[in-house]
């Protein structure tokens, strides 16, 4: 059974820099694809930023140029660097680990929460 935990979320001033954390347990990121994923209040979950289990990796146009997915295999633990920061960056951010082939599996970490004011 795997276990995700996400973390690194807080209060930035626009313009500003933060770095979110996903770190797992029971399976494996080499074989994994990851996802960021954000939800602000009263809007649908949003697909930020991808990274397949081959090295590909993908962003929404929205963060583009300002956001890197990055993988740290020895600590089993994901990245989201997040720079230049806009209001409308805030939100819950989450990552998923999924696999399509044997073993199948989803895994969400719980959220952490991102707020960009001044």
């Known amino acids: 059974q795997g276990q995700l935990v996400g973390s690194g979320g807080g209060l930035v001033q626009p313009g500003g820099s933060l770095r979110l954390s996903c770190a797992a347990s029971g399976i494996s990121f080499r074989i994994s694809n990851i996802g960021w994923y954000r939800q602000a209040p009263g809007k649908q979950l949003e697909l930020v930023a991808t990274s397949t289990s081959s090295g590909t990796k993908d962003y929404a146009d929205s963060v583009k140029d300002r956001f890197i997915i990055s993988r740290d295999y020895a600590k089993n633990t994901v990245y989201l660097q997040m720079g230049r920061l806009k209001p409308e960056d805030a939100a819950v951010y989450y990552c998923?680990?999924?696999?399509?082939?044997?073993?199948?599996?989803?895994?969400w970490g719980q959220g952490t929460q991102v707020t960009v004011s001044s």
């Open positions: 998923k680990a999924s696999r399509r082939v044997g073993p199948v599996y989803d895994y």
